[in-house]
């Protein structure tokens, strides 16, 4: 009776043949990044991207506690707080595409959510990292996915 299940019945499910799965965005890596894109401060990245270590969907931009963090591209400030652990005070911006920004680290934030943004804007300052150094943690996402930033900023510094 395949409507009655006993306690500690092993049950066997044959999986769907027509799954569907979603592409993982994965663009091209250049130089120049993509037009209306640029960098959020100025630095050295001491860490880069590598999803498959913790805290490593972003890049680490080290600099001076207080430099300007400028907004990447224009936008709305979706979030604005410290709830997600481990990045301390944070700003989460919305693109066009899906496409997010986050920054965190930060010492004084300048925005609101909501507020519209320009690209180069100050949105906050520098603040000091979880290893007690002043540093910038950056990401990009897209439909939710965690996206290479060099693939909107590019490698090439450009502010």
Known sequence: DPNRILVGQRLHTQPPRDVMRTPVYTPQISSAGQPGWSWPTQGRVVREYDPATPGGQGLKITGSRGQAIRAARDGEVAY???GLSGFG???ILRHEDKVLSAYGYLADVQVSEK???QRG???ATMGI???NIPALHFETRKQGQSVNPYAYIGTTPRY
């Open 121 to 123: 804007q100050q949105i």
């Open 129 to 131: 990292s979880p290893q």
């Open 80 to 82: 604005v707080g410290s």
């Open 115 to 117: 507020q519209r943004v």
């Open 89 to 91: 005070r944070m700003i």
